[in-house]
């Protein structure tokens, strides 16, 4: 099934004339290759497996599409006012979501990474758009907890989303329970059934979409894990989703990386990753030159116990919070630029004028229309996710 178009107040025309497609000249330096071999990730897919059985049976699961059946908040539209050349469709979160000073959206990907352009891109009947949020304690406290959404992406569904906590699994077999992951989340892939979500010092946390829990609300906002009573909370979330292993980044560069964001390449299949660094003077972020890498899969569709990198890159852009990759062909997005970088071995890079608050990138395979690049902003008030056509950004 196509994906839903949602009306925006400007025309396809109007669109064009306001936000022309600036000059996108070569720029004078793009990225140099670095050895790849420097780079390799380790997996441990079965790192929760008994603790996770005893979830399962003692809360029972719910498949994507009962979850969505069950989604509670309704998506809008775009405003008029946003349009960034070659701006395809797109939605914003309810009021709520869209000004919340303690949730940040983060990282995107869509059914479309999960299983490709067959069945139109649906899983488990229904084509979805993911984005992976952190949570603060309080508007100026530090991150406590990770979440996702599920958004309905379909005609034949409402336009809905749901929210689904992440958490770590604790205690052991007899006595399952689970905690919150505070983590940025700055990043998300999903490939097949696994969910890959960014962890900035570590490498990635994975998730199996076929293990949503079944949690108890009613509770108080704070409450997390099994109670006294043996019921089950998630800070009141309807869902939750349980940590099913670690995949740990590991480097003989001397400088490790910073997992800021990462994006999925089906056609290579392999998860590409940057880093978010500051040319000087930041506090909280490395101030060096960022890189990115490429990580293929095994032939299985996950990562083998010991993956070597397949390509590494020195790249002379910074404030990267975004990526990805198709088919030999690079995009970053930069949230302190305002840009979008474009490369390729063969061409060069391209550099084009992009949004405020930019986030991540992914890319959407169609058969019958344009391919897109799936992106999002997080400022509170201005929380836009939105598609453009990626030819639009190609060089």
Same mark, same amino acid.
């Given at each position: ?29 793009? &990225?140099?290759?670095?050895? !790849?071999?420097?780079?390799?990730? @380790? ?8 603790? #996770? !059985? ?23 539209? /775009? ?39 067959? #069945? @139109? ?22 991150? @406590? ?31 399952? #329970?689970?905690?919150?992951? &505070? ?21 990635? *946390? ?6 949503? /829990? ?6 108080? !906002?704070?409450?997390?894990? *099994? ?8 800070? #009141? ?20 990386? !910073? ?21 000087? %003077?930041?506090?909280?972020? &490395?101030? *060096? ?72 990138? @992914? ?12 992106? /999002? ?17 190609? %060089?």
């Amino acid at each position: 099934m196509r994906r839903r178009r949602l009306t925006i107040a400007a025309t396809g025309a109007l669109i064009a004339a306001l936000f022309a497609v600036p000059g996108a000249a070569n720029a004078a330096a793009g &990225p140099t290759t670095l050895p !790849a071999g420097q780079y390799t990730l @380790s997996a441990n897919y079965n790192q929760f497996d008994a603790v #996770n !059985a005893a979830l399962v049976s003692t809360l029972g699961t719910a498949p994507v599409h009962t979850v969505m059946d069950n989604a509670n908040h309704d998506r809008t539209g /775009l405003p008029s006012s946003f349009s960034p050349a070659g701006l395809e469709t797109g939605f914003r979160f309810d009021s709520g979501d869209n000004s919340d000073c303690t949730n940040f959206p983060q990282g995107i990907t869509t059914s479309r990474d999960a299983i490709g352009t067959a #069945n @139109s891109g649906n899983y488990d009947g229904h084509q979805l758009v993911v984005v992976s949020w952190y949570t603060k304690a309080g508007c100026d406290g530090a991150q @406590s907890r990770s979440r996702i959404t599920l958004v309905d992406w379909d005609a034949t569904y409402p336009n809905k989303y749901r929210k689904v906590l992440l958490v770590e699994p604790t205690g052991s077999a007899t006595t399952p #329970n689970f905690k919150d992951i &505070p983590v940025h989340a700055g990043g998300v892939s999903w490939y097949g059934d696994y969910l890959y979500v960014a962890d900035t010092g570590r490498g990635m *946390r994975v998730f199996d979409m076929r293990k949503i /829990l079944k949690t108890n609300t009613g509770g108080t !906002a704070d409450q997390i894990g *099994r109670q006294s009573s043996g019921v089950y909370y998630a800070h #009141n979330y309807a869902y939750a989703l349980p940590q099913i292993g670690t995949i740990t980044a590991g480097t003989t560069s001397g400088t490790n990386l !910073a997992w800021s964001t990462i994006s999925l390449d089906r056609v290579s299949k392999s998860i590409v990753m940057t880093e978010y660094t500051c040319q000087s %003077g930041c506090t909280s972020y &490395p101030n *060096r030159a960022p890189r990115a890498i490429r990580y293929p899969f095994a032939s299985s569709g996950t990562f083998a116990a010991s993956t070597t990198a397949s390509q590494a890159l020195q790249l002379p852009w910074y404030n990267l919070n975004g990526v990805a990759s198709h088919n030999g062909r690079w995009w970053f997005a930069s949230s302190g630029q305002k840009q979008l970088y474009y490369w390729t071995s063969a061409t060069g890079s391209a550099t084009y004028s992009w949004v405020s608050g930019a986030e991540s990138i @992914s890319y959407w395979e169609d058969d019958v229309n344009p391919d897109l690049l799936w992106s /999002l902003t997080e400022s509170a008030g201005s929380r836009n996710v939105f598609a453009v056509e990626q030819a639009t950004y190609d %060089g």
